[in-house]
């Protein structure tokens, strides 16, 4: 348990140090120094400013990078070179390339700076001198620098004016003069470092002060940089030197010692970085000199050295010794001081030395708050810290306090996330949600021990539920939807050719290098550009919109006798044992107009009820569903299984329904694969006979729900079915010559390849009573004088689907075949390490929208491995392609097609399939199916839903309807399969 709780803490961002990011840390926060007040400048300027800051200190550099260069922009035609606006903006633009690595860029910005600096700085302070010292560190990370000496030389005299020869920027001074001065007597001979060691060896000497100089100059600049192959050997020749010439009882030589220490650590070597580190630091206590920074940083890398063994006793031994040097020389408001604070609390607590580990985190939070340190992010080590300790101590109303505290701001996280997302940020977003999903897994073990001691915890896990389920789905619509809302020409263009790169970059991917023809890093590049330029206006569009979504607002969204059901499901993590094997457990939040609180009602354990769909899988699908939904009558050895699934899902939160009429509910998890309306009561009613069940992506869509949507005779339809799917290409060619690729946005991308592991060999038969059923709905409509289209036969190309130029239907019916095919390789997370799991498999999520489609005309052809006409659609429509489409002008969708409604299912996000690939292109409702249903009856069922809903229903109404007539005659294999998800 403790080293899962400590992955947590690292995860709050206090365990993470390179000397690399140190510096960065460094060069950033001293130069910010310089720029501590500003004159006010225009609108513009400032919010291009502001939005730098939050995009730098957020992390996300590439998003920074364009407010940076906004910024430039805006001070170059407010601001005067001279003011300090316009130094602000080079300084942003230092900084994030430095972030990004852009050395070439970083040195140019500082370069500008420094010139503007030298020109109107009157003092020169020790604040100025780093930031002349942190060029330098910029200057020594290219290759071939083009510097102007002079600049830098003009500089240097004017820092001379520093007397402080002990000051930890004198060495580094040092070097500059010495390097500025070979550069400026000699600015076209450029030698290389084993010319230059070899030319002061013999003109000095190497034990010489001026070779040991350069020397260690060259291992600390490779070393700065992450070098740290090159760095080594000129570490190990300034060690050796000194220790054969004596030279190895002052600072120079214990930081030589102290720098080898820090390369074994960076490379998970603890015995070797112990060694060293203990070697540099013994001597450097010898010189008396341990109030320089270099020595605290060397004492509490030497104490982290411990961590990779696990020696928790050591870490604490080193840290409390480390915590009044720490002070010392940085003083207890520093970020370093806290460091060790928090590591202290940590590593006493993986000891079980509770109140020593209590003392700790509650010391930090003391001197953040006297150092007036107001961001509650600063905390968050320190509350998951006391979270655990109380919970392990019991003490309930405590550990509830500070879990509150890390739920709201892991939900103030994936808000900052989500703000700096673009659009292609959707790997990214899945990822970091995986992250949080184990936070929230830790915090939903504690609240579910504890929700009858304090009911308002489910009110917070609700809220939790709202936000991130279908987090990425709802961002990435809005991001599309505001572009196209914005009416901005330039913007709309731009996000067309970006889907089009995209479409290109996946499918590139997807091939073997071998078959490339295009240049993958050019498209990739043009991309990126195209995105850069989009993100700026769609921040400002959706700067001030919330994800958030409170479960009260929900509620007021609840007419009487109306519930809301939010399922979920964690990973069960035991207060002392920690993450347990087969402890995925599913939980239902039910929330009425009258609660004061949501209730949490425990479910099952997803393990075991997984075990139990796979023994009921049945000799065929409709063995299948009559196993999962018919009531075994109480007999012994009975196949049917249906009170089971009822005991499973329903009967544990059945009480709490009482005198409801209608539900809404969000499924998770493995539900998904469940047909609410026809899990059994008894054996002779089910829920559809009780309930108006209407499933939705998330309850939050119940604030947004409409009262009634009916059919309009404004409307169009377009029909598809009676499909030949063996079709030659020549006859293809034929019918999707009368289709022309158009400029309509989103829809101008030729088909998606299908690849090698998406073919599934065989052939897709005829489905005859697919004509027979888009004939009916077609003689529906023209009865009711709304506009179809129907397609057969060969008509029916993929091209007619996605290439339309004055048909535009709010309702599309597809009558064929689809598929859907599982993820190969199931991601497994380690119990002992939550964070190392295969991101690949869990975010992949181009390749899992391929995995499931629907086929149209000649799509026998593909599915066997021939490659379609030059210039056609290959017949496979996939889920990725849909996806990409814009069907912001269709109000339904129905997929009459066996398993539309399957995918994968990863993590918040829900299933990854036909359904979210047409929520993504703006379909409001969909109806889709679990399992293949026979023609005759399919047929039935939407003749009773269209008929019902030409006759003046609401949709919901009309769909219930048909399927309560349905279950009047027949059993739910016959029409329980067919859902619509709004």
Known sequence: MQNSLFFVELHAGFYYFSEKKYMRIRVIVLMAVLWISFPVFSQQWKEADAAFEEKFNAGDFVAAEVFATTCLKAAEQECAKTDSGYEKALKNLASVNEALGNMELTINYLMELLKLQTQRLENIDQNFGLVISSYFDMYNAITEPTIEINVLKKTYDRLKQIKEIDNTIYFELTTIYSTAISEFYNPSNVVSDAELLKSLREKNGESSDVYLTVLDSLAFSNKMYGKYAQAKPFLIESRNIRLKSGKNKGIEYAKVCTSLGYLYFIWQKPDSAILYYKEGIEVWKKTGKLKDPEYADAFLYYAMSYQFKQDWAKCCELYEEALPIVKSVYGKNHYWYSVVLVSLGSFNKVLNNFDKAEKYYLEDIQVRRDNKDTSEMSYMADYWGLASIYDIKGNGEKSAYYFKKINDMTLQNIEMLVSTMNISSEKKIAQSMIGFQFSLDWIYSFMSRREKDFPELAGYIYNDELVKKGLVLRVIKSKMEAALDSKDTALIRALDQW???????????????????????????????????????????????????????????????????????????????????????????????????????????????????????????????????????????????????????????????????????????????????????????????????????????????????????????????????????????????????????FIRDRSFEVTDSIRGGGTWAYLEGTLKEVNLIDSLFHQSHVASKLLSKGDAVEESFKYTDDFHPEIIHIATHGYFLPDPSPPVRDPLNPFMIDYKSQTNTDESMLRSGLLFAGANGTWQGMKPGVGLDDGILTAYEVSRLNLSRTKLVVLSACETGLGEVKGSEGVYGLQRAFKLAGVDFIIMSLWQIPDAQTVELMHLFYSAWINGMDIRDAFLYAQREMNKEYEAYFWAGFVLLE
């Not at 921040?539 to 979920?568: C, H, N, R």
């Not at 063996?726 to 022309?740: E, F, H, L, P, V």
């Open 499 to 745: 889907l089009l790169y995209r479409q290109q970059i996946s499918k590139l991917n997807l091939l073997p290098l071998s078959e490339r023809k295009s240049n993958l890093a050019a498209i990739e590049k043009q991309a990126k550009k195209l995105e850069d330029e989009m993100f700026y206006s769609l921040y400002m569009i959706l700067k001030d919109k919330s994800i958030s979504t409170d479960w009260k607002t929900v509620q007021k969204g609840l007419k009487p006798e109306e519930a809301a059901i939010e399922f979920f499901n964690f990973d069960y993590f035991d207060v002392t044992k920690g993450n347990l094997p087969d402890s995925t457990l599913y939980y239902a939040l039910i929330l009425k107009p009258e609660y004061k609180y949501p209730k949490m009602i425990p479910l099952f354990c997803g393990q075991e009820f997984s075990a139990f769909l796979e023994r009921n899988r049945g000799k065929n699908p409709f063995d299948q569903v009559r196993r999962l939904y018919t009531w075994s009558n109480g007999q012994e050895n009975n196949k049917y299984k249906g009170d089971s699934t009822y005991s499973y899902i329903w009967k544990p939160i059945e009480k709490e329904l009482q005198g409801i009429k209608t539900i809404y509910y969000s499924p998770s998890g493995l539900l998904y694969k469940i047909s609410f309306p026809a899990i059994p009561l008894n054996d002779s009613i089910s829920l559809i006979d009780h309930f108006h069940m209407r499933q939705m992506s998330s309850t939050s869509m119940v604030i947004h729900k409409k009262d009634s949507f009916q059919l309009s005779e404004e409307y169009k339809a377009l029909l598809y079915g009676g499909i030949f799917y063996d079709i030659d290409t020549t006859t293809m060619d034929k019918y999707a010559g009368k289709y022309k690729v158009h400029g309509d946005f």
